[in-house]
């Protein structure tokens, strides 16, 4: 290998490395976020607290009925029938204002 090649590649391992100190603090800081929401969790369900799919990696049952849904923004009609309560007479772009089920 030449010089400028075997610096080339210390350049790249420097520039991974680098990336890899800020993901892993990244990742620190996230499982330390969950770890407290979990302590969380073990408090507030009591008995009823099953961690047993976090030891298999899959993560907490939600229950549907309690999610709300999320609303439509690509341009096909959304499930809420929202209102167009603006239209730029020059652009043509439209606010539209979704509704929240009651």
Known sequence: MT???????????????EEGRVLYNRVEAITKKMQSITETLIEAEGEDYDGVPLIFGAGYWIDPALV??????????CWCNPETTYT????GVSVIVHKEPQ
């Open 88 to 91: 730029d007479p020059d652009t």
């Open 3 to 17: 010089p400028k090649q075997i610096n080339d590649l210390k350049i790249k391992f420097n520039a991974m490395h």
């Open 68 to 77: 709300g849904r999320e609303h439509i923004t690509d341009g096909t009609p």
